[in-house]
T-cell receptor, first 115, second 116 residues
């Protein structure tokens, strides 16, 4: 079992659907992140949560709605998406700064296809 | 704004040989981390090696080593004795050390093929 678990691994949805991606970390970390990975582009940071509070929203369209109910769980709610939103969505976590080594710990990703 | 550039979209190496992946970055900060991450076809990003900017000594992890040139803002990864399992996408990444969280900035990646 990995320290950061993402479900579902694959998701196909229509443009009018509503779905959610889930991320759970078992590492005792306090910060959680959503990244979007598209082919031939750098990973794009979407959202950052630190101790359940959103600290970064990188100009993400409102059709992506994050939720962080506690430091272990992170959701990405999806609605009325566009085909260009098809990508691999990666969740990551990191520990509190005083124990930090600077890295992120990633899940395996959720492959999203929007038809 | 900080940027990370990987100019080699694809590289190939023979098994047991050595390969070097290039990365340059731009930042006005003096205290930061640099990373190389590996993403195999199974997709999970795995940390390969980390370098703290204040350390002059180049980081090494077994067969993996870096050449960190701070003044030139260059951070290359050398893989020695390449193995079939090294085949993956490799990402160079930067993180400002003084932030409250670890917002990594990534390059576009280099796809490494290992030929038997």
């Amino acid at each position: 079992e990995t320290g950061v678990t993402q479900t579902p691994r694959h998701l196909v949805m229509g443009m009018t659907n509503k779905k959610s991606l889930k991320c759970e970390q078992h590492l005792g970390h306090n910060a959680m992140y959503w990244y979007k990975q598209s082919a031939k582009k750098p990973l794009e940071l979407m959202f950052v949560y630190n101790f359940k509070e959103q600290t970064e929203n990188n100009s993400v369209p409102s059709r992506f709605s994050p939720e962080c109910p506690n430091s272990s769980h992170l959701f990405l709610h999806l609605h009325t998406l566009q085909p260009e939103d098809s990508a691999l969505y990666l969740c990551a976590s990191s520990p509190r700064k005083r124990t930090d080594t600077g890295e992120l710990f990633f899940g395996e990703g959720s492959r999203l296809t929007v038809l | 704004a900080q940027t990370v550039t990987q100019s080699q979209p694809e590289m190939s190496v023979q098994e047991a040989e050595t390969v070097t992946l290039s990365c340059t970055y731009d930042t006005s900060e003096s205290d930061y981390y640099l990373f190389w991450y590996k993403q195999p076809p199974s997709r999970q990003m795995i940390l390969v090696i980390r370098q703290e900017a204040y350390k002059q000594q180049n980081a090494t992890e077994n067969r993996f080593s870096v050449n960190f040139q701070k003044a030139a803002k260059s951070f290359s990864l050398k893989i020695s004795d390449s193995q079939l399992g090294d085949a993956a996408m490799y990402f160079c990444a930067y993180s400002f050390r003084g932030g409250a969280t670890n917002k990594l900035i990534f390059g576009t990646g280099t796809l490494l093929a290992v030929q038997p």
